[in-house]
């Protein structure tokens, strides 16, 4: 079988066997940003095309491939969910010489009932079921970083914090970024960054302390940056980690080193799961398909 | 005497008795980052020249002029400061024709010792201390908010929260705002925004909420700048307001008016400070320093 995991910025395909295991992978810088409408077929066989060559005749997709402006646009599935149930809802996508099957996003209801959404995540997340085990947390860090509860083998709940684009938007385009260098990261201004986000004080005013730090000398032009980082992932961190203990970390390594980090900082533990957790997770919701 | 208030976009002159009434009124938009270094005295000698031909003698300067980007540096006078400290630590600026005195800015450092700094606010609050009285609690709103505690006639501490320049860079660059229409101020929506800044979950969560809302249709595009708006003036209210009671207000009027807003959604109450207390602190540092 192949699997996609097809992104805004890129795209990562992988021939596996029916078990899951990886035979060959491809990827392409591809998002769904870069493809115009009624291009996907094209930019799908342009990867993936040799190993249909080869033999291959099913096509799993995850990601905002799903999404209004990917491909064909996926309900969203309502949490709790677990393999089975995601495996029930896959949408069948007309495609020339292949099956092709869309996993859909999750959706779920904060405490005050504010709708949260995710795509590709949720394989991810069933990928990594087998390290997590029945029950446990889990940080899926970006843009809109994703914390999802595991309970009893299925996505239970999760919540959506805004900090990495709040990072870069704060960086470009405030007077916190003149007051930055293009330094390579700083370890321990970040440190001092996720201490500041466990302080008690509001991130509101910590941000202008990164200012004030600043204009006082006690923050150099080439720590600014990654003190601000780890006062935006403090604060989630904090928000999130609600009871210390061990967060599986799902995403991109250097990403991931950070919010390993921060999470020690912050009194917890990190255990990372490996970056092949869509693939797994694609097969997985297969497999269930193919039992129910 | 002369007063002016000159921030860092507008420059606001005011003619009075000794006593701090206002006898005529001047502005002009040269804010100090309109003015080229080395222009400073012809701009003051522009807007105020009429009155120093009439027999004026004597300036006294409040604002970011005093700023490393402004006229002179002035030093910061640290917390708490009362109008005799102020007026004892003007600097005296060299001009032909009149006295100038510089008002220095205040410096404070929160629990955690990172520092605070204001330039202007601190004659804006001096001035309004005839409303105030003996003690009570200040917000004076705007791009880096200042709240100040009044306690025995004295500027005791002080807290800045980066509300406004958060809200113009998440609005200018980040998907929340590609999601907005210019549409006119919605109270409704502002009110949502401050009452899910007052659930008790974090901002980085509530403003992922903006897109998943306006995603699910249960925020309008006409809506979502205001709500917007609410949920970050709510978490500085939400903040800063630890115990409810009177805020005094001082600033424009528009942002002066949603601040009273949300100040009453959070279960405090709003008094708001007329526009002329900057002239009526000038008056009043002048007063302590000819007591002295």
Chains 1, 2 share one sequence.
Not at 50 to 78: C, F, H, N, T
Not at 133 to 149: D, I, N, Q, T, Y
Not at 189 to 217: I, K, Q, T, W
Not at 234 to 255: D, K, M, P, S, Y
Request: proline share 4%; glycine share 14%; aromatic share 6%.
């Amino acid at each position: 079988m192949i699997g996609v995991d097809w992104g805004t910025s890129s795209l990562r395909a992988y021939r596996m066997t029916e078990a899951g295991q990886i035979i060959a992978r491809a990827s392409a810088p591809s998002g769904i940003l870069q493809v115009a409408a009624g291009d996907f077929p094209n930019v799908l066989r342009h990867v993936v095309g040799d190993w249909l060559a080869d033999g291959e005749s099913k096509i799993m997709l995850s990601g905002m491939v799903g999404s209004r402006q990917g491909w064909i646009e996926a309900p969203y599935l309502p949490c709790p969910a677990d393999p089975a149930a995601i495996g029930a809802a896959l949408t069948r996508i007309p495609f020339d010489g292949a099956d092709v099957l869309l996993v859909p996003g999750l959706s779920d209801r904060d405490e005050a009932g504010t709708p949260e959404v995710m795509r590709g995540e949720e394989t991810q997340l069933i990928g990594a079921l087998d390290q997590i085990g029945e029950s446990g947390l889990v940080c899926l860090p970006g843009s809109h970083s994703k914390w999802a509860r595991i309970e009893q083998g299925q996505i239970a709940s999760f919540r959506t914090y805004f900090s990495g684009e709040a990072f870069a938007a704060l960086r470009s385009g405030t007077i916190l970024g003149r007051m930055m260098d293009d330094a390579p990261h700083d370890a321990g201004a970040f440190g001092r960054g996720v201490a500041r986000a466990n302080d008690g004080g509001h991130m509101l005013h910590h941000l202008f302390g990164v200012r004030s730090l600043a204009l006082f000398g006690e923050l150099g032009s080439g720590q600014t940056a990654s003190y601000l980082s780890g006062l935006l992932i403090g604060h989630e961190i904090r928000a999130a980690l609600q009871i210390a203990g061990t967060v599986h970390l799902i995403g991109a390594t250097a990403l991931c080193a950070l919010y390993a980090q921060a999470i020690g900082l912050c009194g917890g533990h990190a255990s990372l799961v490996d970056e092949d957790a869509a693939a797994r997770g694609l097969a997985r919701i297969d497999q269930a398909r193919s039992v129910a």
